[in-house]
């Protein structure tokens, strides 16, 4: 779709005496006249080479000069379709402009409507390609506004997780060295020194579990996805529920496990789909008091695995479950329990079970548990 500077003109009619005609009046006025003595000819001239303006007889055989304004179109939306012909009629005039013809002349016509028309014509497909190329630009610096748009609110996001990882990685480490400090300056009884280490120790593993989360995090987004291998999620759900059996002996708390019998296999990483049992099981156990229940399940329905964690501990508030899949956040009546987290593990799990295709939901209430569920399609690639 350009605008010629040589002015190129087809002329199909299947009378050679007015192609001839027109050809003879249009070339001293710097215009590049070829002719076709019928339709078929014509589409194919117009197929290897840029046309701007064509002028078409009605009626040739084979293919009316109607039909083919339809065919040309196709092949380019701006050439301009002037309509000539003999047996002029209004209803014909009127058919022609709704098949999209630019004008209709009827012959025998004069040098100078020839001209008028086909120099309008001309005219009308530059101001056409014109606009299109405007609304192009306008469409791409729209495009270039929102992108710089979604960049500068990812690098707002960048620089707010960055804060958030400092002062999360910082804070255990502070305690830390504020523990030792006391303990090598004298002012720690020697009989409390073992409760200061415990707690050291405590905030060593918060933090080792924060870099693990961290690093975790960081691998999904640069990485992507992994290699992917045949995976059972109820022979995963297993393993997982062994590392925390002593968990949940010393607690006292009652398990049920719920699984189909026959659970097809799932496309994914082995240690993506165990960092999911994990994180949900875990935190069931850690926010549950102790003699209290913990129900998992793994089921198949149209199509869908469906995982369920659910557990009778403190739940989380309507206001927190808004917020509970982002970076670092942890329920208010969490945190007043002064039990342990990152606030990464649920932002982790959200994460591959949306690179699987799939979803995750809870549904909470305050002092009554929680209930996680993840749905995967069987058949996301």
């Not at 200061?196 to 989360?213: G, M, N, P, S, V």
């Amino acid at each position: 779709m350009t605008v010629s500077e040589n002015k190129q003109i087809l002329v199909i009619d299947d009378e050679i005496g007015i192609c001839e005609g027109v050809q003879r009046a249009l070339e001293p006025e710097g215009f590049q006249v070829a002719i076709a003595l019928d339709g078929e000819s014509g589409l194919e001239l117009i197929k290897g080479n840029g046309y701007d303006l064509v002028l078409l007889d009605v009626k040739m055989p084979q293919i009316s000069g109607l039909d083919l304004i339809g065919m040309i179109h196709e092949i380019d939306p701006e050439i301009i379709c002037i309509v000539i012909t003999g047996y002029a009629t209004v209803e014909m005039a009127v058919s022609a402009i709704k098949m999209g013809a630019y004008d209709f002349l009827t012959k025998p016509f004069s040098v100078d409507v020839l001209l008028l028309a086909i120099n309008q014509g001309l005219e009308r497909r530059k101001l056409s390609i014109e606009a299109k190329r405007a609304a192009q630009v306008e469409a791409e610096m729209q495009k270039m506004a929102e992108e710089k748009a979604r960049l500068e609110k990812l690098d707002q996001a960048k620089k707010q997780f960055i804060r958030l990882v400092t002062h999360e990685l910082k804070s255990p480490v502070s305690a830390v060295e504020t523990y030792l400090k006391l303990i090598l300056q004298g002012y720690v009884d020697p009989a409390d020194q073992d409760d200061i280490l415990k707690q050291c120790l405590l905030r060593a593993e918060e933090e080792l579990k924060l870099i693990d989360d961290l690093l975790e995090l960081g691998h999904l987004d640069v990485v992507g996805s992994s290699a992917s291998v045949p995976v059972h999620l109820g022979a995963v759900l297993e393993q997982v529920l062994d590392e925390f059996q002593s968990d949940i002996t010393r607690k006292e708390l009652q398990l049920t496990v719920s699984v189909d019998e026959e659970i097809p296999e799932l496309e994914a990483d082995p240690e993506r789909i165990k960092s999911v049992w994990r994180n949900l099981i875990s935190n069931a156990i850690k926010y549950t008091p102790g003699k209290g229940k913990i129900t998992v399940g793994l089921q198949v329905q149209d199509g869908k695995l469906i995982g369920r964690v659910q557990d009778s501990g403190i739940g989380i508030s309507r206001a927190d479950q808004k917020n509970l899949f982002k970076e670092f956040f942890r329920a208010s009546n969490a945190k007043k329990a002064s039990l342990p987290g990152t606030g990464l593990g649920l932002v982790l799990v959200k994460k591959i079970v949306e690179d699987l295709g799939g979803t995750i939901s809870v549904d909470s209430r305050l002092g009554e548990g929680s209930t996680f569920k993840f749905i995967i399609p069987l058949n996301s690639e």
